[in-house]
């Protein structure tokens, strides 16, 4: 399937013309505003004035916010990081997690198996301290015995 790559087809304007276009119709769109402020009432004069100024308040905050290192000091005096940035240790503190849970259960597979293990031996133990030879484990007829209530 052929992806349409607007950047390379040589039927479009050059980004100046585009640029040009999208700049005409900014002064036009401006112009029509400017041409109807006169109509608009105090009130309503006032109200968009509060938000312009709030909009470019939380403009500067964004910008601020987004130049200055999120970097703190606590009470003790000690460092505190914040999450801006993409740094290395970034990447490192979201994968541990995963490695902490590979760790995890690697851990209980372990333990689990042991955990087996000394049963098994635990068994194979009192088979081999028993009276019976571990022969008769196996006949039938012991299996039998061992179900049938004893008098």
């Known amino acids: 399937m052929n992806q349409y790559d607007f950047r390379t087809d040589s039927r479009l304007p050059p980004q100046a013309a585009v640029d040009a276009l999208q700049t005409r119709f900014a002064l036009r769109v401006a112009a029509g505003l400017s041409e109807r402020t006169a109509e608009i009432g105090p009130d309503l004069t006032e109200r968009l004035r509060f938000a312009r100024e709030k909009a470019l308040e939380r403009a500067r905050a964004t910008r601020a916010a987004a130049t200055t290192p999120a970097v703190g000091v606590s009470r003790s ?59 008769a484990y196996s006949d039938a007829g012991f299996a039998e015995f061992l179900k049938t209530p004893g008098e």
């Not at 505190?80 to 993409?86: D, H, P, Q």
């Not at 490695?99 to 087996?116: P, S």
């Open 77 to 135: 005096g000690a460092a505190i990081l914040g999450m801006a940035g993409s740094g290395w240790w970034l990447k490192f503190a979201s994968v541990l997690p995963v490695f902490a849970l590979a760790a995890g259960l690697f851990m209980i597979q372990r333990l689990q198996d042991n955990a087996q293990i000394a049963t098994a031996a635990e068994v194979d133990a009192a088979l081999l301290a028993d009276d019976l030879p571990p022969r």
